[in-house]
């Protein structure tokens, strides 16, 4: 069972950036592709961009590229989402997750792109 915690989110202005981290419990992350989702409010959860087990990306979404990178750190259980020239459009509940069957999600992160 893997449990999940988001954190890093907050209020930025446009062309701003923040820095989001998941922390995994559990003794299989390493072994795990993940993946950062986010969703709006009245919209769908979307994925945003994965990562595989060993840091290669698997993909972004085509409305972050350029501006998102996902990266991770296997020693630390812990997934990254570095995300700059934020537009508000950006704004969401940023959740991490498994790239494939994802587990029971976590409360998430906000994240709030306003002037």
């Known amino acids: 069972q893997v449990h999940l915690v988001e954190s890093g989110g907050g209020l930025v202005q446009p062309g701003g950036s923040l820095r989001l981290s998941c922390v995994a419990s559990g003794s299989i992350f390493s072994i795990l592709a993940m993946a950062w989702y986010r969703q709006a409010p009245g919209k769908e959860r979307e994925l945003v961009a994965g990562i595989t087990p060993a840091g290669g990306i698997i993909n972004y979404a085509d409305s972050v590229m350029g501006r998102f990178t996902i990266s991770r750190d296997n020693a630390k259980n812990t997934v990254y989402l570095q995300m700059n020239s934020l537009k508000p459009e950006d704004t969401a509940i940023y959740y991490c997750?498994?790239?494939?069957?994802?587990?029971?999600w976590g409360q998430g992160t906000q994240v709030t792109v306003s002037s």
């Open positions: 997750n498994k790239f494939r069957n994802p587990v029971s």
